[in-house]
């Protein structure tokens, strides 16, 4: 959806001339040649420009978080996966701030790789599955009334289930665990004020530009991540980080600030994810704040139609992840997202992998349609329009086969 009525370039030929800042080159200009000066120097400088230009700082975990477990049903997905709904608390007292994780885990005495992710609906929306709590969070209304007065009704079980193909995931030997993006901050230029920027009531609230809507989506990865890290059916070495569009946006960012994650997934996260802003192809950075004004620090509106001055562009952002396995996908019909632009910023970050010896994208020319490319850093841009579809979980399941192998494969 385009809300703004700024101007959109769809054409190659109007890209304007850019220059990238150099991921291995520190700011005083001098280059990067070691694993060494990348994680003491570069890589700690790049990501306090991200947080100062773009997503804003984060505030740590709090000390007394805990989870409790609302239910677990040993036979889900007919017998063949354990169903397991657990809250988890920033805080000690029964109404602190929270969010609900839902958990497939195939049975098995081992413990599990597992593909973590935001939802866009509520967890309910994962699933047919007549056993997971509708969420009472605030929802976007739907055409089609399955969210109706803010809240979701029972038609909204499953709306989202061709995005989540949880059988096959769960057959092919990896969990999932989701949590509804709106239980951090609803999505909506006021959803601060119930959203944890406010609930949790840090030191950093104080400060405006302190973080913003996608840090706190972020946020709430690493505390799924660190529910995930005390559940013995988990193993957290292994858990893969995925996201879809905003939340493919939020995820990169969870990626980069996290190093726990073992692997990250951007799904057609575009601008302000994985594509470069300079292109200004598609959507551009004055269309994102104009759009969703609630989702970067202030700051980062002083770069509308100014990309330019930005210290840092999104191949940076990427870079982040090394030397970690990283999937960059596209779609077709998607240029809103830029597809060239997330190609090129898999490729300009590429040389980050390289410095640790690996074979990061390996490729320098887009890929045609439906033709995955890469080593540790993968790529493909499939057919049709802006979604996740079973194409692209074919590609993950593939890619954590083969660059996260462990006891079970
Ligand atoms: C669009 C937005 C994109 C992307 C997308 C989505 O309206 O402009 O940046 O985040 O929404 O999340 O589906």
Redesign the pocket.
Same mark, same amino acid.
């Given at each position: 959806?385009?809300?703004s009525t700024l101007p959109v370039n769809y054409d190659e030929h109007k890209v304007p001339a850019y220059t990238l800042p150099d991921v291995l080159t520190t700011p005083d200009g001098q280059p990067v040649t070691t694993v060494g000066q990348w994680l003491t120097q570069q890589r700690p400088a790049t990501l306090a420009l991200f947080k100062e230009h773009v997503y804003g700082q984060m505030p740590s975990r709090p000390t007394s978080m805990r989870s409790v477990v609302r239910s677990v049903n040993e036979n889900a997905l007919n017998g063949v996966a354990i169903c397991k709904q657990v809250t988890v608390l920033f805080g000690t007292p029964d109404e602190a701030p929270g969010m609900d994780v839902l958990l497939y885990l195939p049975k098995t005495d081992q413990s599990v790789p597992i593909f973590a992710g935001l939802n866009f609906s509520g967890n309910h929306c994962v699933s047919n599955d007549p056993g997971i709590t509708l969420s009472t969070r605030w929802l976007p209304n739907t055409e089609g009334g399955e969210v109706t007065n803010n809240r979701a009704t029972e038609d909204a079980r499953g709306m989202e289930a061709s995005r989540w193909p949880i059988d096959e995931i769960v057959r092919r030997g990896y969990g999932v665990a989701t949590v509804y993006y709106g239980d951090l901050e609803p999505d909506h230029p006021e959803g601060w004020q119930t959203g944890i920027r406010t609930t949790l009531k840090t030191e950093l609230n104080q400060a405006e530009t302190a973080w913003a809507a996608i840090g706190a989506w972020a946020w709430g990865l690493s505390r799924l991540m660190d529910y995930l890290e005390t559940d013995p059916a988990i193993d957290a070495s292994r858990v893969i980080l995925h996201g879809?569009?905003?939340?493919g946006?939020a995820a990169l960012w969870a990626g980069a600030t996290d190093e726990r994650f073992a692997m990250v997934i951007s799904n057609n996260?575009? #601008?302000?994810?994985a594509a470069l802003a300079r292109r200004c192809f598609g #959507?551009t950075v004055a269309?994102?704040n104009t759009?969703?004004p609630h989702w970067f620090v202030d700051r980062f509106k002083t770069y509308n139609d100014n990309e330019n001055a930005l210290p840092v562009d999104q191949h940076q952002l990427l870079a982040l992840i090394a030397p970690r396995p990283l999937y960059v996908a596209s779609a077709e019909e998607d240029a809103?997202?830029d597809p060239t632009g997330e190609f090129l910023s898999a490729k300009e970050a590429d040389r980050v992998w390289n410095l640790f010896g690996r074979q990061g994208l390996g490729v320098s020319v887009m890929p045609r349609v439906n033709q995955p490319v890469g080593h540790t850093v993968g790529y493909h841009i499939r057919s049709g329009p802006?979604d996740i579809t079973t194409y692209d979980w074919a590609q993950y399941l593939d890619f954590a086969d083969r660059l996260l192998p462990g006891p079970i494969h």
């Open positions: 959806m385009t809300l879809h569009s905003r939340l946006k996260s575009g #601008e302000g994810g #959507e269309h994102i759009n969703f809103w997202a802006h």
